[in-house]
């Protein structure tokens, strides 16, 4: 068994056991989620559900924990899994798949963690767990800084200097969605990109440039949010 007699001095045996019996389901597991994942799994939670359906690329070497140069083109949640399962007792389990229309958690969960960047998968997600009353807690962009500054919990229509949160206040407003949503984000404006490369789309000419210092800081800061909670959760 992993010693976590280390955390059991920070919180206590209670609410260690407690965290212990917790169920949590990471959706997007990439910089932000696979930090968010180990985060929890040292952290002693008991069950994890992450469900991705892409693969490691060499560009994601520089801020994705599961990544390495040995298992680029595998499986996201396949090779995360392995190393979660090397420092935790945590019990894992893997979903390889797209979240689209039609979409229902077939199972209960204590919490979940949205770290999406398809919109149209994130608002399925969060309404989803809404409607079922599962807490869930959305990330939103951090790409593009280079320092960890002002990650900031709040709600969806209080964001700010984030165009992904922008594009997803918009699709919610489109959709008539009243529900608050509760969303972690950085409040610093963004950098431009440095280099422009040939393409037909902005995504393709101005590719994303991002920082393991930031999306990792926002993944533990969530996780750190999320542990807490489930922790005092009686």
Not at 116 to 124: E, G, Q, R, V, Y
């Amino acid at each position: 068994m992993v010693d976590l007699s280390r955390m059991e001095y920070l919180v206590g045996k209670e609410n260690l056991d407690r965290i212990r019996t917790k169920r949590v389901l990471i959706c997007g597991v990439g910089g932000v989620g696979s930090f968010v994942a180990e985060g929890l799994c040292r952290s002693g939670i008991g069950y994890m559900t992450i469900w991705d359906y892409d693969v490691v690329e060499p560009s994601n070497l520089n801020r994705q924990l599961m990544s390495a140069k040995d298992n680029i083109g595998e499986r996201k949640v396949e090779v995360l899994k392995k190393r979660l399962e090397s420092v935790s007792d945590t019990k894992i389990d893997v979903i390889d798949s797209f979240i689209s229309e039609g979409f229902k958690l077939d199972k209960d969960y204590d919490y979940v963690i949205d770290c999406i960047d398809t919109l149209t998968s994130k608002f399925i997600l969060v309404k989803e767990c809404h409607q079922k009353g599962i807490p869930v807690i959305s990330s939103l962009g951090s790409a593009r800084r280079l320092k960890p500054e002002k990650i900031t919990l709040t709600t969806l229509d209080k964001t700010r200097n984030d165009p992904l949160a922008k594009a997803f206040r918009s699709l919610v407003k489109k959709e008539g969605y009243r529900h608050k949503i509760e969303v972690v984000f950085v409040d610093t404006p963004i950098q431009g990109t440095m280099i422009e490369r040939e393409g037909n789309t902005n995504k393709e000419k101005y590719p994303l440039g991002s920082s393991v210092f930031t999306v990792g800081s926002v993944g533990l800061y969530i996780a750190s949010i999320v542990y807490e909670r489930l922790m005092k959760e009686e």
